[in-house]
């Protein structure tokens, strides 16, 4: 084959822009297959592939299965890309298996959870495009190229500002900002790809432009591919 295969972590569905935009943005760049979240019992499933993308689209059916994923890319070192709930599911999956935070949960899903990682927007983030500062000599700032950067978001939910500085204080980084300071993209310094943003980076492609940071998660899986 010519081109890596990138799972498409997440539940699809045809109406939701995201999901209609991600295969315009990978067109060229890679293979790709769905695989809905309530489908990966375990991780054996995910050995074929050489990206891994948790797409936005939450509550996913299975919150678990979600957090499986992201749990074998960042054990098994695979390029990975969360974006919109995979941003969310990665702060989860991160909380729980590194930091040991084993009732770390999500408001929405679990709103009586007592350690909630992922808690309301104090505005609600649906259908806006917003400037973003990327920290320099990261990845993503590395991926565009400039910084600021303006992108679109479809959410309501992000980062508890409490749980920030404690979840955010070793490997996993805070690496993009909105004006407020407040965090929208992560990233593992320690792993050849691991990086997850609140907004929808993909969305670029439906408007025939390109998407800098699908380019450089695709290049990441292309060099494992390569390798394999």
Do not use: K
Not at 21 to 27: G, T
Request: aromatic share 8%; glycine share 8%; hydrophobic share 45%.
């Amino acid at each position: 084959m010519s081109e890596p295969l990138i799972a498409l972590v997440g539940d699809y569905d045809a109406a939701v822009p995201a999901h209609q935009a991600i295969p315009l943005a990978l067109a060229g760049r890679a293979r790709f297959a769905w695989l809905a979240t309530d489908t990966l019992g375990d991780a054996q499933m995910l050995a074929q592939f050489d990206g891994i993308w948790c797409v936005p689209a939450s509550p996913y059916r299975s919150l678990e299965g979600a957090l499986r994923a992201i749990r074998h890319a960042r054990e098994q070192r695979i390029p990975f890309l969360g974006t919109c709930g995979g941003f969310q599911h990665a702060l989860i999956e991160y909380a729980r298996s590194v930091l040991g935070w084993a009732d770390a949960d999500h408001a929405e899903t679990a709103p009586d959870a007592p350690r909630a990682v992922i808690t309301a927007l104090q505005c609600s983030l649906v259908e806006v495009r917003a400037p973003i500062r990327l920290l320099a000599g990261s990845r993503i700032a590395a991926a565009y190229g400039r910084s600021p950067i303006t992108e679109g978001y479809r959410c309501r939910y992000g980062l508890n500002p409490r749980c920030a500085a404690e979840l955010l204080g070793g490997a996993l980084a805070a690496t993009a900002f909105d004006e407020e300071g407040e965090v929208r993209a992560v990233e593992l310094a320690d792993h050849p790809f691991f990086v997850a943003t609140l907004f929808q980076p993909e969305r670029a492609a439906l408007a025939g432009e390109r998407a800098p940071l699908v380019e450089a998660f695709t290049l990441a899986a292309r060099q494992r591919w390569g390798t394999a």
